[in-house]
T-cell receptor, first 109, second 114 residues
Framework: DAKTTQPPSMDCAEGRAANLPCNHS???????VYWYRQIHSQGPQYIIH???NNETNEMASLIITEDRKSSTLILPHATLRDTAVYYC??????????FGTGTSLTVIP | DTEVTQTPKHLVMGMTNKKSLKCEQH?????MYWYKQKAKKPPELMFV???????INESVPSRFSPECPNSSLLNLHLHALQPEDSALYLC?????????????FGPGTRLTVT
C-alpha cells in the first residue's frame, strides 16, 4: 500500500475553508484514498473516500490530482467542532489500512 | 442502530488480573476490528474478524486473546498484561468483510494496567 505524507499540524479560522493536503506519490492505480478524523478522546470517524474522481458528501470534499499522487480534503466552512486529527490513508481492496501520523487541525475562533 | 458500543469505558487492572473488553454492533456488519492507541499516536491494528473468523492477527502478544461469539459481538480477553499495555482500545466494524474500509468506530475503552 502507498505511504501517505501529511503536515503534522495546521490552523484554520472558524468559518473559513480548511484545506488538508496529503501526498501519496507511490499510489497504484487500484488504491483508494480514504480520510478519517479523530476528535480528542473519541474513536476515528470516516469522512470520505475516492479513487480518481473528486468526491463530495455532507461533511467534506475530496480533490484528487489527475496523476493521483496527492489529494486535498476540504472542509468548506470549518467550525470549532472540526478540531481533530485528520488521517489520509491509501490502500487497495482486500488489504487492511494503517493509520499514519495524520494532521492535527486546530480551528481558531 | 448505527453505532458501535464498547464496554467498559474505563478499566483499571493489575498485572495478574483477567478481564475482558466487549464490543457490540447491530448494523449487520460482517467484519470487526480491534485497534490499540497509545497517547498522541495513531491507532494500530491488532485483530480483524471477517464473517466471524479471525483473518488478521498483527503479531499481537498472546496475553491478548480475541473472540467473536457471533456477528454482532467482539470480545478482547486480557490476561497478565504489562503496564506498557495501558492504552485506548478501539473496536470498529465494516459492512462487507475485510474488503470494505468505511469503518465505524466505537468510543474506546481506556485501559490502565497497574
Amino acid at each position: 500500500d502507498a505511504k501517505t505524507t501529511q503536515p503534522p499540524s495546521m490552523d484554520c479560522a472558524e468559518g473559513r475553508a480548511a484545506n488538508l493536503p496529503c501526498n501519496h506519490s507511490t499510489i497504484s492505480g487500484n488504491e483508494y484514498v480514504y480520510w478519517y478524523r479523530q476528535i480528542h478522546s473519541q474513536g476515528p470517524q470516516y469522512i470520505i473516500h475516492g479513487l480518481k474522481n473528486n468526491e463530495t458528501n455532507e461533511m467534506a470534499s475530496l480533490i484528487i490530482t489527475e496523476d493521483r499522487k496527492s489529494s486535498t480534503l476540504i472542509l468548506p466552512h470549518a467550525t470549532l467542532r472540526d478540531t481533530a486529527v485528520y488521517y489520509c490513508i491509501a490502500l487497495n481492496t482486500g488489504n487492511q489500512f494503517y493509520f499514519g501520523t495524520g494532521t492535527s487541525l486546530t480551528v481558531i475562533p | 442502530d448505527t453505532e458501535v458500543t464498547q464496554t467498559p469505558k474505563h478499566l483499571v487492572m493489575g498485572m495478574t488480573n483477567k478481564k475482558s473488553l466487549k464490543c457490540e454492533q447491530h448494523m449487520g456488519h460482517r467484519a470487526m476490528y480491534w485497534y490499540k492507541q497509545k497517547a498522541k499516536k495513531p491507532p494500530e491494528l491488532m485483530f480483524v474478524y471477517s464473517y466471524e473468523k479471525l483473518s488478521i492477527n498483527e503479531s499481537v502478544p498472546s496475553r491478548f486473546s480475541p473472540e467473536c461469539p457471533n456477528s454482532s459481538l467482539l470480545n478482547l480477553h486480557l490476561h497478565a498484561l504489562q503496564p506498557e499495555d495501558s492504552a485506548l482500545y478501539l473496536c470498529a466494524s465494516s459492512p462487507y468483510g475485510v474488503s470494505s474500509y468505511e469503518q465505524y468506530f466505537g468510543p474506546g475503552t481506556r485501559l490502565t494496567v497497574t
